[in-house]
């Protein structure tokens, strides 16, 4: 298929902190950029040539942006995937609704890691009460969780016994969910894919992730894992994108085992938040792969540059100083690169921004970020 080039029109269905770095990578590039999102203030209208504010499934608006745009992405996989086989009539879209069906369902998921012969935690698909009704030994102790629409935690439930998990599904209003025997975590890792055709794919290195409360908190990378099993984790993410014939950037979040053995947790069909270290650590970032990816030019190069960690900023840190965080400590260090979205009320753990450090070794960053993130 032929390059789209600048200054060609690219979509995006979605105008969060994902879509604003998209947009951002995209104007760079010289390209311009229409996102759709219902919300007036959505932090990704910034940098937008256009802004269409509509509901995500809106006739007139998809067909604009299908009859404006060059090409078309999005930035998460709630979006209704027959709304990107809609738009795929008309003009090119990337990720395929096939594969963003795929990632939004927590079920259909897990179907396809174990087609693409790769290891799962232990689970059982329920979707519907007669399916509750087996033997739960094997996923027990738990976790519950919905088919669809969960992300940082949301649409949980840890659960003992097998009278908890029927309750918990019952509680649920006993809509589709996994329920999934809880692992022993040495810690987590995620590789994110970038894959434009068969032959054209690049995949960054590997971050390890430290998780508080459910949402992301920091990402470590290289991540502190043995190099055989860093080159392990890209393998797999690569097989997973081949599996499902994908073109876009597709990150991966894996469970490192205590016996050093990896099993997939989840797919996001679009760049994730434990990706963000590569706008400062990469001579190609993951907003930038995705603008190549979905205009058809070859990746870019991914290779690390320096160590680097990544903190997220949760609305918390605002709320906590009754106002604006401490900035001076960021700008007085100068390995520090500061992302802000751009969102008006800062909300306990909403993401407001995050900070890249990089330092000589990971260990080193990890020492300065949070002693920087302590004087926020
Ligand atoms: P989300 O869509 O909210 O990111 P995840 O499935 O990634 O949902 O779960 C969020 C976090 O919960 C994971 O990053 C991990 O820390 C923990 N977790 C999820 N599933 C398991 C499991 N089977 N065993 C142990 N911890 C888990
Ligand atoms: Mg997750």
Not at 106 to 130: D, F
Request: aromatic share 6%; net charge negative.
């Amino acid at each position: 298929m032929s390059a789209i080039l600048p200054p060609a029109m690219l979509g995006i269905l979605g105008g969060g902190q994902l879509g604003r770095m998209f947009a951002v990578a995209a104007k760079t590039m010289g390209y311009r950029v229409t996102v759709l999102d219902p919300d007036e203030a959505a932090p990704a209208a910034d940098f937008a040539d256009r802004h269409l504010c509509a509901p995500f499934n809106d006739p007139a608006a998809l067909e604009d942006l299908a009859k404006s745009c060059a090409a078309v992405t999005t930035e998460f996989e709630n979006v209704n995937a027959d709304a990107m086989r809609v738009l795929a009539k008309t003009t090119r879209v990337s990720p395929s609704g096939d594969c963003v069906a795929i990632a939004q369902d927590r079920i259909a998921e897990k179907a396809w890691i174990a087609k693409a012969g790769l290891p799962t935690a232990p689970y059982l698909a329920i979707q519907s009460v007669e399916d509750i009704q087996v033997e739960l030994a094997p996923y027990l102790p738990g976790i519950l969780k919905t088919a669809r629409l969960g992300y940082d935690g949301k649409g949980q439930v840890r659960v003992g016994t097998a009278e908890e998990a029927r309750a918990a599904y019952a509680n649920l209003g006993g809509q589709a969910c996994v329920l999934e025997k809880m692992l022993d975590l040495q810690l987590e890792v995620s590789a994110i894919v970038t894959r434009v055709s068969a032959t054209q794919s690049a995949v960054f290195p590997v971050a390890e992730n430290i998780h508080a409360g459910g949402i992301l908190d920091e990402s470590i990378v290289p991540a502190r894992i043995k190099p055989a099993l860093a080159a392990e984790a890209q393998g797999m993410a690569m097989r997973l994108a081949e599996a499902l014939d994908y073109v876009g950037v597709l990150a991966v979040e894996f469970f490192v085992l205590a016996d050093d053995s990896l099993v997939v947790n989840e797919i996001a069909p679009r760049p994730h938040n434990s990706g963000h270290y590569t706008l400062t650590a990469c001579l190609t970032d993951q907003f930038q792969q995705q603008v190549r990816a979905m205009c058809g030019l070859l990746p870019g190069r991914t290779d690390l540059l320096s160590p680097v960690v990544m903190v997220n900023l949760l609305g918390d840190v605002w709320k906590d100083n009754g106002g604006q965080p401490n900035w001076d400590v960021l700008a007085e260090a100068p390995n520090a690169q500061l992302h802000l979205y751009g969102k008006k009320s800062a909300r306990p753990g909403r993401k407001m921004g995050h900070f890249n450090v990089m330092a000589a070794t990971a260990d080193e960053a990890l020492d300065q970020a949070r002693a920087l993130k302590d004087t926020l």
